[in-house]
């Protein structure tokens, strides 16, 4: 795995190329550690599924609600939008067929703007969805110090960007049912 601090130069150009590649990135949230890949990279994805041990859908992370509101079934875009400013999760009807059924459940898709500054760099830059899901195998918890998750999952995951420990409350979900939403967790 290599290691890089969130300050280092052009971090960001490196990322995307690394997500261009298929790599897998662990990386800092504003809630906890992540580790994703190119949302529409169905290999990198399945990679993902093996190091925590599970097949389950996974959040996607956008830089807005315009990233890929033509791929889902939905137009109450404010309502989408007082969601997203805060950082929570949003699961709504995708498009059939507009993601992986590796990352959707039941014709769903989980969203998120992230509001850390680098990460939401990256994914301006990116210019397409990237995958976050806590960096943890499943039943564990997740991991929040760069060198728990560098001994962990060091031969597994590419990439490290360290910005110290950070360990803060998950982000909020909302579920579309019934004409609203329905707060998850």
């Not at 504003?30 to 599970?54: H, M, P």
């Not at 996607?60 to 033509?70: L, T």
């Not at 060091?154 to 490290?160: A, K, V």
Request: hydrophobic content about 35%; overall charge positive.
């Amino acid at each position: 795995m290599k290691v890089f601090s969130s300050s280092t130069l052009d971090l960001e150009n490196i990322i995307c190329d690394e997500l261009k590649k298929g790599s897998l990135i662990a990386y800092p949230t504003d809630t906890i550690y992540g580790v994703g890949c190119d949302a529409f990279n169905n290999q990198s994805i399945e990679k993902i599924n093996l190091i925590k041990g599970r097949n389950a859908p996974m959040t996607i992370a956008i830089s807005g609600i315009e990233m890929i509101q033509n791929k889902l079934n939905f137009n109450n875009w404010k309502e989408i939008n007082k969601i997203l400013k805060d950082g929570s999760t949003c699961i709504v009807k995708e498009k059939r067929g507009a993601f992986s059924s590796l990352i959707t459940k039941d014709g769903n898709i989980g969203f998120r703007v992230p509001q850390h500054p680098l990460l939401q760099s990256i994914i301006q830059l990116f210019n397409s969805p990237i995958t976050t899901t806590s960096i943890n195998r499943t039943g564990s918890e997740p991991l929040t110090e760069p060198q728990k998750i560098l001994k962990e999952f060091g031969t597994e995951i590419d990439i490290l960007i360290d910005d110290g420990k950070i360990n803060n409350s998950p982000s909020k979900i909302y579920l579309f049912k019934n004409n609203g939403f329905e707060r998850i967790r």
